[in-house]
């Protein structure tokens, strides 16, 4: 069995300002048995918590933890979820820390058909264009922007947007900043990156539908 | 008499260089000339007319000949109709070619000019096509006749009955869908010039030599076919009610909508850069239109309409773009357009609202979404107006109900609390704290667990709901939905919050809310009653007192009805009250037994 955690701060170190609420936070998650946290509403991320509880929430719930004695792996219950989690954690595979944690994997995937000059990659809020043709997992081409005829080429112009703004779907905007100027990719979509449950109504996207790109970055501003 | 003097003039003329024309002999010619067909002379007046060496007076002079010519015309039946067609064909032609052939152009317009929806339909059919050759001889300089024509046509097509079901658009009796498939033929040698001018500027881009007055005269083109699109997408395509291709196989109607669509395209006013416009910087172009009238709000809520709601040039809209982000922009064109009291642009907005709001997931719009004030706006104005225009309710509830179910859970909490505090609407805010009670009892189910609707910030919302406006003296009746609400959501909170739990924070609140909400609304319920029960006394005292005096007016004797709908009204008042009053009943029964046990 391991240790009983001790003590870290006193009460006045508790009470003080300088301690951040998320430190306490983070304490209390580290160490108190899981039906503690659910009684106390301290579970989940710890920047949520820290906007709801209050200090003297944190400093009550931080001195019953001692006072009840009910640590992590006091409970059997709790030993064994606890068990569960570290497995699943061990199996991820390594990701890139992206902005938002808790998001979970990147719903697309994409695979380089020809190199860009790897050197102009898009920013947030920068514009972006593109040529593209979008098929469904059958094949079927739903949308394209790349006319039949090479010389109508001319007449058209490539899909141009701010990238990173959420204006395009999820996955279109999180690849496309990880393209450079004149890279042509290949971008399998799944749906909840995509259209999701609902699909495209009355149009060529059904529900649930993974989509398939082929973009080529023209233009980065 | 007048063949005679038709023949002088022309004769005359004909020594004469056609710059010494007099003001009499223009005149001669013209009141000659028009008697000659009036009389039924057209034969003649062909013969003088094409005659080779009078050519240089036909183009002078001929166009006054045209309103006795399309008077003909128009009848149709005349026998001496094809003399007459034969003549108006010449002059067109040759009068096209003129220096300035406006006189022409004019003549022609105003000719076009009818009150009655057939002479309208006809003149348009019979016009449209010499009008076009007229403008296409102008060359360069075309733009602003064009416009100045497009205008009168529209002028004229905004004068015809509109066809509204099915039937009425096959039948087309008024010839409404003739005129639009008329008109899209009119337009087309301008919209390809003017798609021709876009690629050639394209590829001269960095050819500097292309000289500014000629990328000005194309501008003007482009400008004037633009404002051509927006002026029919205000009408007729803003008040027809476009049929689906299930419902009509073929439609004039849809396909001069996406004729529009196209010309915009090929104009170089792609229809994605229209449609998500209000969110997108447009580059400031150094024309001599503003924005808002290059752009009429109600044209371009109408286009988002055209491509939204009835997929038209779907084919050509990238299917990119987020529902988020379609909704977003879908909002603004609404949020312009919320306060035109017309009931097409009205039924428009509401049918893009819907449309955009299905298609986004729901719980997914955050709440910071809420700072951008459309998102705040159009659902409260959009339920405000639609109780106040609609004798169903059912709808515009629907929709606000949709829009909610979009929001996630904190913006739904931020967004009743503003629309309880600014709506002003008994109606509106009931529904509120109805949908209040269905996120609570959502959130005390397992799993479902949040901190807006139950623990913290539960309360501070639950103070604002459980309140009376004006304590003691609110009027019951005119706030009865917010009342009934407000005592439905306590009884609920009391019955499915144990006491040992309080997980709403309800238990240890109470003896506020009773200060606050259940003392004065017994106090309320009970003046009320009193006043009520008075003035049905009253009443009734009035009635029997009627009864042995009856008023008569004339020989007629005249009824009581004011005083029995009266006594119906107070009835009801009255049961309204005990319908509260069992409710702040059973809550007390309900505490008292929790709060011992």
């Given at each position: 069995m391991a240790a009983e955690p001790t003590r870290e701060w006193s009460d006045e170190q508790l009470k003080s300002d300088d301690l951040p609420k998320k430190d306490i936070i983070k304490f209390i998650q580290d160490n108190a048995a899981h039906s503690f946290l659910n009684e106390h509403k301290l579970l989940g991320n710890i920047k949520n918590v820290a906007k709801t509880a209050k200090k003297e929430q944190l400093i009550i719930a931080y001195d019953q933890l001692f006072e009840s004695k009910r640590f992590k792996g006091t409970e059997p219950v709790e030993e064994m979820t606890e068990q569960v989690k570290a497995v699943k954690i061990e199996e991820k595979p390594k990701e890139v820390k992206t902005e938002v944690v808790d998001e979970g994997p990147p719903k697309y995937t994409k695979s380089v058909l020809k190199k860009g000059d790897k050197t102009n990659f898009p920013k947030k809020g920068e514009n972006v264009s593109c040529?593209?043709?979008?098929?469904?997992?059958?094949?079927?081409?739903?949308?394209?922007?790349?006319p039949a005829a090479a010389r109508k080429k001319k007449q058209t112009k490539p899909l141009s947007f701010k990238a990173g703004l959420g204006r395009v779907i999820r996955g279109w905007d999180e690849a496309i900043l990880t393209m450079s100027k004149g890279e042509t990719a290949r971008l399998e979509?799944?749906?909840?990156?995509?259209?999701?449950?609902?699909?495209?109504?009355?149009?060529?996207?059904?529900?649930?539908?993974?989509?398939?790109?082929?973009?080529?970055?023209?233009?980065?501003? | 008499m007048a063949l005679e003097q038709l023949s002088d003039v022309v004769q005359r003329c004909v020594t004469l260089p056609n710059d010494s024309y007099t003001t009499e002999d223009y005149d001669v010619f013209t009141i000659a000339g028009r008697t000659c067909i009036e009389e039924g002379n057209s034969a003649q007046v062909l013969s003088i007319v094409l005659d080779e060496k009078n050519q240089d007076i036909v183009r002078s002079m001929g166009w006054n000949l045209l309103p006795p010519l399309i008077q003909v015309l128009?009848?149709?039946?005349?026998?001496?109709?094809?003399?007459?067609?034969?003549?108006?064909?010449?002059?067109?032609?040759?009068?096209s070619s003129a220096r300035q052939?406006?006189?022409?152009?004019?003549?022609?317009?105003?000719?076009?000019?009818?009150?009655?929806?057939?002479?309208?339909?006809?003149?348009?059919?019979?016009?449209?096509?010499?009008?076009?050759?007229?403008?296409?001889?102008?060359?360069?300089?075309?733009?602003?006749?064009?416009?100045?024509?497009?205008s009168s046509v529209l002028d004229q097509v905004a004068k015809l009955p509109l066809p509204h079901t099915k039937e009425q658009e096959e039948d087309d009796v008024f010839s409404l869908c003739r005129c639009c498939t008329d008109l899209t033929d009119f337009v087309r040698p301008f919209v390809h010039e003017a798609r021709q001018n876009n690629l050639n500027s394209q590829n001269d881009n960095a050819n500097k030599m292309a000289g500014d007055q000629d990328r000005g005269k194309e501008d003007e083109l482009r400008t004037e076919l633009l404002k051509f699109c927006m002026k029919t997408l205000s009408h007729p395509l803003l008040e027809v009610q476009l049929k689906d291709p299930d419902t009509l196989a073929v439609s004039p109607l849809r396909n001069f909508a996406t004729e529009i669509l196209n010309t915009l395209s090929a104009i170089g006013e792609p229809v994605p850069s229209l449609v998500f416009q209000p969110l997108l910087k447009r580059k400031q172009v150094p024309g001599f239109l503003e924005e808002e009238v290059r752009y009429p709000k109600e044209s371009l809520a109408c286009l988002a309409h055209l491509v939204f709601v009835h997929h038209l040039a779907a084919d050509?809209?990238?299917?990119?773009?987020?529902?988020?982000?379609?909704?977003?922009c879908n909002m603004e064109h609404i949020f312009e357009c919320h306060f035109s009291f017309d009931v097409c642009v009205f039924t428009i907005i509401q049918e893009l609202y819907e449309k955009s709001l299905v298609r986004v997931e729901d719980g997914s719009l955050p709440a910071d979404l809420l700072e951008i004030k459309t998102f705040l706006q159009v659902p409260q104005v959009n339920v405000l107006r639609h109780l106040l225009l609609c004798p169903q309710r059912t709808r515009g509830l629907k929709v606000f109900q949709l829009s909610v179910d979009k929001f996630d859970t904190?913006?739904?909490?931020?967004?009743?609390?503003?629309?309880?505090?600014?709506?002003?609407?008994?109606?509106?805010?009931?529904?509120?704290?109805?949908?209040?009670?269905?996120?609570?009892?959502?959130?005390?189910?397992?799993?479902?667990?949040?901190?807006?609707?139950?623990?913290?910030?539960?309360?501070?919302?639950?103070?604002?709901?459980?309140?009376?406006?004006?304590?003691?003296?609110?009027?019951?009746?005119?706030?009865?939905?917010r009342v009934m609400e407000s005592l439905n959501l306590l009884r609920y909170l009391i019955i499915r919050d144990k006491v040992t739990e309080n997980q709403t924070g309800i238990w240890t609140e109470l003896y506020k809310i009773e200060d606050a909400f259940i003392k004065p609304?017994?106090?309320?319920?009970?003046?009320?009653?009193?006043?009520?029960?008075?003035?049905?006394?009253?009443?009734?005292?009035?009635?029997?007192?009627?009864?042995?005096?009856?008023?008569?007016?004339?020989?007629?004797?005249?009824?009581?009805m004011t005083s029995e709908s009266q006594i119906q009204a107070l009835h009801s008042a009255l049961h309204t009250f005990d319908m509260i009053e069992s409710v702040l009943v059973r809550i007390e029964e309900l505490t008292e037994v929790k709060e011992t046990h």
């Open positions: 040529w593209y043709t979008g098929t469904l997992e059958d094949g079927t081409v739903f949308d394209t922007n790349i979509i799944e749906p909840e990156w995509a259209y999701g449950k609902k699909g495209l109504p009355d149009s060529k996207i059904p529900p649930n539908a993974k989509l398939i790109f082929e973009v080529e970055l023209v233009a980065v501003d | 128009l009848k149709k039946e005349d026998k001496n109709l094809s003399h007459c067609l034969a003549v108006f064909n010449h002059l067109i032609k040759v009068c052939p406006k006189e022409l152009l004019i003549g022609l317009l105003e000719q076009l000019e009818q009150d009655d929806p057939e002479p309208i339909a006809e003149s348009l059919h019979l016009l449209l096509n010499p009008l076009q050759k007229v403008l296409l001889c102008l060359g360069s300089r075309k733009a602003s006749s064009l416009g100045m024509s497009l050509t809209f990238p299917s990119v773009f987020s529902p988020v982000f379609s909704l977003r904190e913006a739904k909490y931020n967004f009743f609390q503003y629309m309880l505090k600014t709506s002003n609407h008994s109606g509106v805010e009931g529904y509120v704290i109805k949908n209040i009670k269905n996120q609570i009892d959502f959130a005390l189910r397992p799993g479902n667990s949040n901190t807006w609707f139950e623990g913290v910030h539960l309360l501070p919302l639950l103070r604002k709901v459980l309140t009376l406006p004006d304590g003691p003296e609110t009027d019951l009746l005119q706030y009865l939905d609304l017994r106090v309320g319920v009970n003046m009320s009653r009193a006043h009520y029960e008075r003035e049905l006394h009253n009443t009734m005292e009035t009635k029997r007192k009627e009864s042995v005096l009856s008023v008569s007016v004339g020989d007629e004797k005249l009824p009581n």
